[in-house]
C-alpha cells in the first residue's frame, strides 16, 4: 500500500504504480494534483481493480478535474473509500459525482466537505441517494447546500435503506431543510449517525426532529448544537428523548439550566447506556458541557 503526499514526483510515483496493479491505499493531500493530474488519474481508475482507498484532500481539482474523477467512478468496480475535500468541485462536479453514485456500487465512503457545491449540487446528490443501494457514509460538510439541497437529501433518506452516516454540519439548512430532513427520519431504518451541527433549524426543525426521535429505531448518535432552537424546541426533543430508547449520543445547545437539567434527569432515568453532551450559547447561563451515562 502506498500513502503520497506533498510533492508532484509522489503524483508521478503513484500513478508508475497504480498502473502496476497492486497499490490499495493512496493519500495525496497538498499534492497540487489539479487537472492534469485527475485525468491521469481518472484514466488509471476506470479500469483498475486494486486501489480501494483514494484520498485527494486539498488539491485544487476544479470542474474538470473532478468531472473526470467521477466519470471513473462509473466504471471503477473496487474503490470503496473517496475523498475530495477542500478540492474546489463546485455544483457541476457534484452533479458529475452524483450521476456516478446512481449506478457506481463500490463506493461506501464519499466525502466533499468544504467544495461550495451550493443547493443545486446538494440537491442532485440528495436525489442520487434514492437509486444508490451501497453507499454508508456521506459527508457535505460546509457546503451551503441550503434549505432546497436538504430537501432533496429528506426526501431521499424516505427510501435510501443504505446510508448509515451523514454530515451535514454548516449548511444554512434552516428551518425548511430541518423539517425536511427530520420527516425522512420517520420512514427511515438505516440511518445511524446524522450531524446538523450550525444550521438554524429553529423550533419547527426541533418539532420534525422530536415526533422522528419518538419512532426512530436506528437513530445512534444526533448532533444538533448550534441550531436556534429556543426553549419550546429544547422542551420538544426532552419529551421526545423520554419515548426513545434507541439513541446513544446526543449533542445539543440549550438556552436555560433547566434545560441542561432536564436533560441530565432523562439520561439518568434510561434503561439503556446513553451520552448526553450540552453546550450553551450564552456567557450569561451556567450551562457546562458534559456527559451523563448510565449503564445496564
Not at 502506498?2 to 498502473?19: S, V
Not at 434507541?246 to 439520561?267: E, F
Request: charged letters at 20%.
Amino acid at each position: 500500500d502506498k500513502m503520497a503526499g506533498g510533492e508532484n514526483e509522489e503524483l508521478q510515483l503513484f500513478l508508475d504504480q497504480l498502473r502496476d496493479g497492486r497499490t490499495q491505499y493512496v493519500r495525496l493531500s497538498y499534492c497540487a494534483v489539479g487537472e492534469s493530474g485527475c485525468k491521469s488519474i481518472a484514466n488509471i481508475l476506470s479500469e483498475n481493480e486494486s486501489l480501494r482507498y483514494l484520498y485527494l484532500e486539498n488539491n485544487d481539482l476544479d470542474r474538470v478535474g473532478a468531472a473526470a474523477i467521477a466519470m471513473s467512478l462509473k466504471r471503477n468496480s473496487t474503490l470503496s473509500h473517496l475523498s475530495l475535500v477542500n478540492c474546489h468541485i463546485g455544483n457541476d462536479s457534484a452533479y458529475a459525482i452524483a450521476q456516478a453514485l446512481e449506478s457506481n456500487r463500490s463506493l461506501v465512503k464519499v466525502l466533499l466537505d468544504n467544495n461550495n457545491i451550493g443547493s443545486e449540487g446538494g440537491g442532485v446528490l440528495g436525489q442520487c441517494l434514492k437509486h444508490n443501494t451501497t453507499l454508508t457514509h456521506l459527508s457535505l460538510f460546509q457546503n451551503r447546500i441550503g434549505s432546497d439541497g436538504a430537501t432533496n437529501i429528506g426526501i431521499a433518506l424516505q427510501s435510501n435503506q443504505s446510508l448509515k452516516m451523514l454530515q451535514l454540519e454548516s449548511n444554512m439548512i434552516g428551518t425548511e431543510g430541518g423539517i425536511a430532513i427530520g420527516q425522512g427520519l420517520e420512514s427511515n431504518s438505516s440511518l445511524q449517525t446524522l450531524s446538523l451541527l450550525r444550521n438554524n433549524i429553529g423550533i419547527e426543525g426541533a418539532k420534525a426532529f422530536a415526533k422522528a426521535l419518538r419512532t426512530s429505531q436506528s437513530l445512534l448518535e444526533l448532533d444538533l448544537e448550534h441550531n436556534d432552537l429556543k426553549p419550546q424546541g429544547e422542551q420538544l426533543i426532552i419529551d421526545a428523548l423520554r419515548q426513545n430508547n434507541v439513541l446513544r449520543v446526543l449533542r445539543i445547545t440549550v438556552t436555560t439550566q433547566q434545560a441542561a437539567q432536564q436533560m441530565q434527569d432523562v439520561a439518568k432515568q434510561k434503561q439503556h447506556p446513553i451520552d448526553i453532551y450540552i453546550s450553551s450559547p450564552l456567557s450569561r447561563v451556567d450551562v457546562p458541557t458534559y456527559s451523563t451515562q448510565k449503564t445496564l
